[in-house]
């Protein structure tokens, strides 16, 4: 089946500095979504991408779709505490108006010093 | 500010017992996903329905595990008989291309 692998695993930074995460798969998707889940919490939707080469911004969150169709990143500018938390790409196939499933990678847990 | 709702959110039970939980999508979403959440396996799918039909369940353990929509504003998960290996949080999520998450159901079997 697909695969995710999401990079780093763990991230401390200090408060101001710019972040960077990616994900890549061993198969294409066509739609790319970036997660944030609080502790006790859901995760919530940051950003959604649904074409290649596409480069979304959020605020301080910017996140580009691969060209291949196979990897994602997202940057996170001018870290603040409140970003801590747990980062999830989520990639979906959705051919055809179908096929919804999410394949999650593994998260990146970003900690953020003040 | 609508959202997706899931009830209970903490549930401890004993091995053996049924387990319920529900999941009420945001209004107007006709798709409705069961995730599931744990350290060692990160979120999984484990069902989804368009139009209260199921789609996919192919996540789901088939021998225990059962899905329903009763209708658009109420989508349910049960478990029986719970083993311990349930314990996990379970999400429900509505949408389609984008899917937004509930709170979650934290299910401890003991």
């Known amino acids: 089946g697909q695969q995710l692998n999401q990079s780093p695993q763990s991230m401390f930074i200090q408060e101001g500095e710019d972040v960077s995460m990616n994900c890549t798969s061993s198969?294409?998707?066509?739609?790319w979504l970036w997660y944030k889940q609080d502790p006790g919490e859901g995760p919530v939707l940051l950003i959604a991408?649904?074409?290649?080469?596409e480069l979304t911004s959020n605020g301080r969150l910017t996140a580009q779709f691969g060209i291949t169709r196979k990897d994602s990143f997202l940057n996170i500018s001018a870290s603040i505490p409140s970003d801590v938390g747990i980062y999830f790409c989520?990639?979906?196939?959705?051919?055809?108006?179908?096929?919804?499933?999410?394949?999650f990678g593994k998260g990146t847990l970003l900690t953020v010093n003040p | 500010d609508a959202r997706v709702t899931q009830t209970p959110r903490h549930k401890v039970t004993e091995m053996g017992q049924e387990v319920t939980m529900r999941c009420q999508p945001i209004?107007?979403?006709?798709?409705v996903f069961w995730y599931r959440q744990t350290m060692m396996q990160g979120l999984e799918l484990l069902a989804y329905f368009r139009n209260r039909a199921p789609l996919d369940d192919s996540g789901m353990p088939k021998d225990r595990f059962s899905a329903e929509m009763p209708d658009a504003t109420l989508a349910t998960l049960k478990i029986q008989p719970s083993e311990p290996r349930d314990s996990a949080v379970y999400f429900c999520?509505?949408?389609?291309?984008?899917?937004?998450f509930g709170p979650g159901t934290r299910l401890t079997v003991l």
């Open positions: 209004l107007g979403h006709n798709t």
């Open positions: 999520a509505s949408g389609s291309q984008n899917q937004y």
């Open positions: 198969s294409i998707f066509n739609t």
């Open positions: 989520a990639g979906q196939l959705n051919s055809g108006g179908s096929n919804y499933k999410l394949t």
């Open positions: 991408l649904y074409k290649a080469g």
